[in-house]
Each structure stands twice: as C-alpha cells, then as structure tokens.
C-alpha cells in the first residue's frame, strides 16, 4: 500500500491537536468544530486541480465557512488554538510533504489572510503558559519552510502581545528553546533574522537562557551558526551581561556588510563598537570569524552546493575590520 502523506500528516496534527487543545483549556464542543474545518482544508488541498478558477472558488468556500465558524460556532477564546494550526497548515502547504506548491490559493488563504488576522488581533490574548503549549505544538515539523513566515509568525504573536514581559524566566526559556528547536531542524538557513530577533528578546537574569545559546548549534551545521558560535563563546568582558549584550551587537553588526566595500552605516557602527572594543581585542572578534573562511559555501549531502551569504557577510565584515585596524 502506497504512503499517503495527507493521512500521516493528519493522524500527526490530531494527535499533537489533542495536546494543545488540553492544555489550552479548549472545550470538546469547539475542538469538534475547529477539526471540521481544518479536515475540510486538507481534503480540499488534496482534491486540488491546477485550475486557478476552482481554486478561487475553493478558497472563498473555505474563506466563509472559516467566518461562520468563528463568528458563532465556537467561543472567542479558542481563536487562541485555532491560530497554531493555521501556521502549522501554511508551513506544510509550503513545504515538500504535500501538494505545496501545486496548490497555491489555498496557501494564500492563510497566509496572506486568516493568519495576519490573527497573529494582529490584540484582543486575542495569550498567558505565557498558552504560549509555551502553543510552541510544544509547533516545535516539530517534517520541514520548516523559507516560505510560509513560519518562525516569522510565532515570534510576532509573542512580539505584538509583548507575552514575555509576564513570563517568568523559566517559561520565557522552555518557550524560546522550542523555537529555537525550529530554527535547529531548517534544511538550510537563508539568513539569521530570526536568530536575532531571539537575542534581542534575552534579558539580564536570563542566565539560563544565555548559556543555551552559546551552546546552540543547528542540525545541518551551517558555517553561519558556527560562526555565531564562536562569537558567543569568546571570553570578551568579565561581566557576563555586558559580555553577552556586545557580543549581540557583534553578531547584528557583523551581518551587515554588503556590496564591495563599507557602507557609511556600517562605519558608524564600526566606530561605535570601537568605543567599546579595543584594538586587541577586535582582532581577536576578527581572528574568530576568520577561522571559518572554508564556511562560505554550504554542501548538501546529495551534492548540492549554495553559498551561504550570511557567512559570506560576517567574513566580509571581519576582512574589512582587518584592513582597517
């Protein structure tokens, strides 16, 4: 018998369901109804002809079904739960598992409309508890997509509800280690925005939390991360904080190069860092990221070569700081 990625992705999502719905405190009533919906989705993904017109039609079928069932058959608070699956959706639909790229309105339905929706929807709350049970869901995937705004949208959720600010320590950790688990799993890594925007969410009495990343690797061992690696791990300033706040910087600053030679934000920056870091001290930064020049390009195991252009950038930066001091 043939393998049907429809079944197993939909045997998988409903067991993981089950769990968010839990611990989200979604009633049965309302786990019934959101199911229906979502199994009309993926059987309609299925279905799908090339037809751009069918697809239209399938795409506002869908789209007033959606506004029916959360406009009076469910509560509001179990939008909550409805909006991981949409992201969990969007990220498969533009993935390899199924039917993707085949299919493209009804990957527009989400992404471009259900889920923008409800990722800004302030009145959609979130306890730092459901958003930690919200990234358990969301941690594993068969492929995490360049193209769906996956790590994108999870963190936005928590970005324009600000989740963290009532989080303790512990929880703010476990949730970001999930995430982080996300970025861990991508096939290949096509910049570190991201990454970044995780490093700006880490505070002073996150200690934990610092000493996770500066041991975080990703699975496919691209050249960027080992770069940012090694920048993590030198011993810089005696005040761990301190230590950790620049080195952030570094890691913001070094991404930055681009074209032939400095551009004048990127000499304002250099200058600034400067103030801070002295001679000795930038070339130990630029001996760290130097080491890595074989990292350039990134090889797939069957073969296939890209350039890593975040590696590219961190080694550019590190060349012209070289040249400059």
């Avoid at 409800?118 to 594993?140: A, G, H, M, R, W």
């Avoid at 791990?233 to 400095?262: C, H, V, Y």
Wanted: proline residues 2%.
């Amino acid at each position: 018998m043939t393998n049907n990625p429809y079944l197993t992705f939909k045997n998988d999502e409903l067991a993981k369901s089950k769990i968010l719905a839990k611990g989200l405190n979604i009633s049965e009533s309302d786990f019934i109804n959101i199911q229906f919906w979502f199994d009309l989705l993926l059987l309609k993904h299925e279905e799908a002809t090339s037809s751009h017109e069918e697809q239209l039609i399938t795409e506002k079928e869908l789209e007033a079904k959606f506004n029916e069932l959360v406009s009076s058959e469910i509560e509001r608070k179990s939008y909550k739960y409805i909006l991981p699956k949409l992201l969990n959706y969007n990220n498969e639909f533009n993935g390899a598992f199924l039917r993707s790229l085949y299919v493209a309105r009804l990957g527009a339905l989400l992404r471009e409309n259900l889920i923008p929706k409800l990722v800004n929807d302030k009145k959609l709350v979130y306890s730092p508890e459901d958003f930690f049970n919200v990234t358990i869901y969301l941690k594993d995937n068969y492929f995490v997509s360049p193209n769906s705004n996956f790590l994108e949208d999870i963190l936005k959720i928590e970005n324009v509800r600000g989740i963290f600010k009532q989080a303790t320590s512990k929880v703010k950790f476990e949730t970001l280690k999930n995430i982080l688990h996300i970025i861990y799993q991508k096939t290949y890594h096509h910049d570190i925005i991201c990454f970044k925007k995780i490093l700006k969410l880490v505070s002073e009495t996150d200690s934990e939390l610092i000493g996770y990343l500066k041991n975080f690797q990703v699975e496919n061992k691209q050249g960027c991360y080992k770069i940012i690696n090694d920048i993590l791990n030198l011993d810089l300033f005696k005040d761990n904080w301190n230590d950790f706040e620049i080195k952030i910087q570094l890691i913001s600053f070094f991404d930055t190069a681009r074209g032939a030679n400095p551009t004048s934000s990127w000499n304002n920056k250099f200058q600034e860092l400067s103030a801070i870091i002295d001679k000795k001290m930038f070339l130990e930064i630029v001996h760290a990221v130097l080491k890595n020049e074989n990292c350039r390009i990134y090889e797939f195991d069957y073969g296939a070569q890209w350039g890593d252009d975040t590696a590219k950038r961190f080694l550019k930066s590190a060349h012209w700081i070289k040249d400059i001091l």
